[in-house]
């Protein structure tokens, strides 16, 4: 069993609509959460990072942490045809750090 | 604050060369990882320096290594390329506080013929 596991997608939705994007983990030692976007051809790029259950928010975008249930969430509002790329999930615990496979997003204008 | 830089960008060698790859971390950072990603494997874990010291290591052969000078600027070096790896080479800094994430590079994109 991977350490994170993520729906790759591909995931295609209208512009304007709430975005979903979920990871699941089997370590309970994970600390911190972190969502990364990457565009096609780029370096991954940090959007939100949190380290405590519950909701975190920063403009368009929530990140949730359930650590009951190992389960994280980013969602994404009034989508736009700029968020097509794709999402990743981080968990870091120590210096170690475990990313998801991906998720690509394809808003539809 | 400048961002990770990474030079080169792309790459075109073929089989049985080797490469060296070169990252400059954000000032101030001291942790340096290296990340090969695929689009079949997503990013795997090569490595990871922090003040000049290997501190983790990833399942790679040792055709993959690497190094951290005392600036943390670091360099990946890949011996005897092969076909397979062919791969966008992402380095990633991060600082020593706890709650610290990593800050992605634009990578570098290699092909090996």
């Known amino acids: 069993q991977k350490e994170v596991e993520q729906d790759p997608g591909p995931l295609s939705v209208p512009e304007g609509a709430i975005v979903s994007l979920n990871c699941t983990y089997s370590?309970?030692?994970?600390?911190?959460f972190m969502w990364y976007r990457q565009y096609s051809r780029k370096g991954p790029e940090l959007l939100m990072y949190?380290?405590?259950?519950g909701n975190k928010e920063d403009g368009r975008f929530t990140a949730q942490v359930d650590k009951s249930s190992k389960y994280i969430s980013l969602f994404i509002r009034d989508s736009q045809p700029s968020d097509s790329a794709t999402y990743l999930c981080a968990m870091r615990t120590g210096n170690q750090f475990y990313f998801g496979t991906g998720t690509s997003l394809t808003v539809i204008p | 604050k400048a961002g990770v830089t990474q030079t080169p960008r792309y790459l075109i060698k073929t089989r049985g060369q080797q490469v060296t790859l070169s990252c400059s971390p954000i000032?101030?950072?001291?942790?340096v990882s290296w990340y090969q990603q695929t689009p079949g494997q997503g990013l795997q874990f090569l490595f990871e320096y922090f003040s000049e010291t290997q501190r983790n290591k990833g399942n790679f052969p040792g055709r993959f290594s690497g190094r951290q000078f005392s600036n943390s600027r670091s360099e990946m070096n890949v011996s005897t390329l092969e076909l397979g790896d062919s791969a966008l080479y992402l380095c990633?800094?991060?600082?020593?506080?706890?709650?610290?994430?990593?800050?992605f590079g634009p990578g570098t994109r290699l092909t090996v013929l």
């Open positions: 949190t380290y405590s259950s």
């Open positions: 000032s101030g950072h001291r942790s």
């Open positions: 990633a800094s991060s600082g020593t506080s706890g709650g610290d994430t990593q800050y």
């Open positions: 370590n309970s030692a994970f600390q911190y």
